[in-house]
């Protein structure tokens, strides 16, 4: 990349030009802003600055408090590869944009935007980091990095910040350092608080309750096999059953099918894959065998039969094929009973599969592998209890675990995006999947220690998330969400909860 040779005619445009100074400035730094949400922050910032000039071969921008924006050329050249292409495109524009004391250019500045050389990962005691890099020095010795794996909403790498004085690694930030820069030029200047964006709660809709209808039944567990199906645990009259629902009026649920099935306890997990269902142990302290129940006929479903009496903690099942955990992990064909096993490398506590692969997964580490049991990809990740959707077609696993992680496989290495403004959300079991979107409810604390409830939905596709705000506490007691038109309903373990969003599309 060479410079580009009219640069500076562009910056006597800004000093000559006939609006107004902080108009010009706004238009020229523009490029920082990858998000209008701070489009009106930026031009805050801007209205702070008093005079501009050239000197040094810089643009050279005062603001009313002594502060000095020195915004260098762009770079003659630039071989890197590395930094992140968000990062690339800032200095394209200015190599460095340095921010301090404009009546003393001895002392370090507080800001440095590009590529500085200061920080070294040996600084951190963390393998995590290894080989990051820095765009940002912040409050002249501190440091902003991004992330190897992790990527923000924008599926460029996570920014987190290091203290110099303790090398811990600290918060991270959700957006861009181009964002990122404005955002802490802005805290210098004490923009009011009103030009930043609102938060993602404060910006979020709410959901109005509009019906609660009580069920003549307790749910224990729920699975949706179709539309205006769903196929449940249930407890009626001290009875444990499996039923299939007919959920078409909420006013009327009925159970269109029942059958039996072997347990000993209630706690339960289940998965479904087209005409078969597999229940297990929910926990390991909970001893339910594994079985699998055929529901091609909803009317009159029927156990198929006992996979393992002993029961297991994970399992999955695509088709006619079950995997899950017993002393080693196993294959087996429910038709033909033919059973293979395979190995894994780390001691699995989830199980998913599909036509094309294979997950393992714990609370520290994921394996992708292929129907062959040839390893495609692995990574290290923090869950306590993981709870997972996978969308093979797009190599991607969403990890409904406390925080939200989208866990990407199309690499050997197992490609983390985080959802920043999801923090502090812990995700709730229930999820609703249509075409690439999969909504789900998490839960926060406010500061009174208030449980807040929200119904999120993230387009896996494009990598966002839509948060809306519950006014209802659910008391934990939820058991599955089925979207119908724009119609949401929550079922919890004894009733229905029914909102409606306007203008809702369930389909991606």
């Given at each position: ?12 445009q ?37 005079s501009?000039?050239?000197e040094?071969?810089?643009?050279q921008?005062f ?5 000095l ?18 990062f ?12 301090g ?48 794996e ?30 990122l820069?404005l ?74 099918g ?21 229940l ?21 479903p ?15 099942i ?21 059973k ?17 692969v ?49 866990l ?50 993230l ?5 966002k ?29 004894r ?14």
């Open positions: 990349m060479k410079t580009n040779p009219d640069y500076l005619e562009v910056w006597k800004i000093i000559d030009s006939d609006e107004k100074l902080p108009d010009s400035l706004t238009r020229h730094f523009s490029y920082l802003v990858d998000n209008p949400a701070y489009d009106p922050l930026l031009q805050a910032v801007m209205q702070k600055a008093s501009c000039k050239i040094e071969d810089s643009l921008i603001f009313s408090n002594d502060l924006l020195s915004a260098s050329a762009p770079p003659s050249a630039n071989d890197s590869t590395t930094w992140p292409e968000s690339k495109r800032l200095i394209d524009v200015h190599e460095f944009i340095e921010v004391d404009s009546k003393n250019h001895n002392i370090a500045r507080d800001l440095v935007l590009g590529d500085h050389g200061s920080f070294l990962d040996e600084y951190i005691d963390n393998e995590e980091f290894a080989e990051a890099e820095s765009p940002l020095i912040d409050d002249q010795s501190d440091w902003w990095i991004y992330h190897p992790e990527k923000n909403e924008h599926d460029q790498p996570m920014l987190y910040y290091v203290s110099h004085e303790s090398g811990n690694v600290k918060e991270s930030f959700p957006h861009n350092v181009g964002i820069f955002k802490r030029l802005a805290d210098q200047l004490k923009i009011d608080k009103s030009f930043y964006p609102k938060s993602e709660e404060e910006g979020a809709s709410s959901l109005e309750l509009q019906k609660e209808i009580a069920l003549p039944f307790a749910i224990l567990r729920t699975e949706r096999i179709g539309e205006f199906r769903i196929a449940a645990v249930l407890r009626q009259d001290a009875q444990i059953f499996f039923g299939i629902l007919d959920t078409s009026n909420p006013d009327d649920i009925k159970i269109i029942r059958t039996d099935f072997p347990s000993s306890k209630d706690s339960f997990n289940m998965k479904v894959s087209e005409s078969k269902v597999i297990f142990n929910r926990m390991t302290s909970r001893f339910n065998p594994l079985v699998w129940i055929d529901i091609s006929d909803p009317t009159s029927k156990v198929g039969g006992v996979i393992d009496e002993k029961g297991t903690e994970a399992a999955a695509h088709q006619d094929q079950v995997i899950y955990k017993a002393n080693q992990l196993i294959e087996q064909n429910l038709l033909t009973g033919e293979k096993t395979f190995q894994s490398l780390i001691r699995a506590k989830e199980l998913m599969m599909d036509e094309n294979i997950v393992v997964q714990n609370q520290e580490e994921v394996q992708v592998l292929d129907r062959q049991y040839n390893l495609i990809s692995q990574g290290k990740i923090h869950t306590s209890f993981p709870k997972n959707f996978l969308f093979s077609k797009l190599k991607l696993i969403v990890c409904l675990s406390d925080s939200l992680e989208v990407g496989f199309a690499a050997k290495k197992i490609q983390k995006q985080k959802f920043p403004s999801l923090k502090d959300h812990s995700c709730r079991l229930p999820y609703f999947v249509s075409g690439n979107s999969i909504w789900f409810l998490t839960t926060t604390r406010n500061r009174d220690d208030e449980i807040r409830y929200h119904l999120v939905r387009d896996s596709k494009e990598s998330a839509t948060i809306h705000v519950l006014k209802e506490d659910l008391d934990y007691d939820e058991f599955a969400i089925e979207i119908v038109s724009n119609e949401i309903r929550i079922y919890l373990r009733k229905i909860l029914i909102y409606r969003l306007e203008a809702i599309s369930k389909t991606s």
